[in-house]
């Protein structure tokens, strides 16, 4: 059983930028590819970007490309989303998720955590 615990979230100011951790344990982390989710409210939970076992492979959603940027630190048990140039429409609940197939843009996972509040002010 993994257990995801995010943090970094928080009140941001439109241009601003924010880092996302999310911390592992549990399990061994490099049998995970790892993703990013976010919810806003009253709308479906969404794809924003994953990473393979070993930070080889990171698609993003097209909405994020050039502002996010994922990685993950295998010796820490952390996936991390830098993000950039932040839009007040992107306020959310970011959500880190595991699992061991193919990074998948639908929320197919294993594994969630409880997420973390990100505010973006106009």
Do not use: H
Request: hydrophobic residues 30%; charged residues 20%; glycine residues 12%.
């Amino acid at each position: 059983q993994v257990q995801l615990v995010e943090s970094g979230g928080g009140l941001v100011q439109t241009g601003g930028s924010l880092r996302l951790s999310c911390a592992a344990s549990g399990g061994t982390f490099t049998r995970y590819r790892m993703a990013w989710f976010r919810q806003a409210p009253g709308k479906e939970r969404e794809f924003v970007g994953g990473i393979n076992r070993y930070g080889d492979s990171t698609p993003y959603a097209d909405f994020v490309k050039g502002r996010f940027t994922i990685s993950r630190d295998n010796a820490k048990n952390t996936v991390y989303l830098q993000m950039n140039s932040l839009k007040p429409e992107e306020t959310a609940v970011y959500y880190c998720a595991a699992r061991t197939g193919v990074v998948v843009t639908t929320p197919e996972y294993d594994y969630w955590g409880q997420g973390t509040q990100v505010t973006v002010s106009s």
